[in-house]
């Protein structure tokens, strides 16, 4: 069984034991999660879509850690007058690990 949700502004396709990366969270490791937006979910070839969302369903899971990511870098430069600048940025994102799928 699948499921397509949405947070963090992103949309993740998801179904049981997936562990994906997703913006940050509140709660530390071993805490529960309860993801209420669910686009869509559905087994092989029975689907349901939500018109936007599903009534009734959702998708727990467990945090796993909370971590930073990558470093993006950003280099601003105007040419010939001796300016640049160059910052990076890493964001918190949460891992979790998807337990289960109702709806």
Same mark, same amino acid.
């Not at 870098?73 to 640049?84: D, H, I, P, W």
């Given at each position: ?6 947070? !963090?502004?992103?949309?993740? %396709?998801? +179904? ?6 997703? =913006?940050?969270?509140? @709660? ?21 879509? !939500?018109?936007?969302?599903? %009534?009734? +369903? ?6 796993? =850690?909370?971590?930073? @990511? ?26 979790? %690990? ?6």
């Amino acid at each position: 069984m699948f499921a397509v949700i949405q947070t !963090g502004g992103k949309q993740y %396709k998801v +179904a049981e034991n997936d562990i994906i990366i997703v =913006e940050r969270l509140d @709660g530390d490791a071993g805490a529960k999660v309860k993801f209420d937006d669910v686009l869509m979910s559905g087994k092989g070839s029975d689907v349901k879509v !939500g018109a936007p969302l599903l %009534k009734g +369903a959702s998708v727990t899971g467990e945090v796993i =850690e909370q971590r930073k @990511g990558n470093k993006v870098l950003v280099f601003k430069k105007k040419r010939r007058q001796n300016y640049r600048r160059k910052k990076g940025h890493r964001q918190v994102e949460t891992v979790v %690990k998807i337990t289960g799928i109702k709806g």
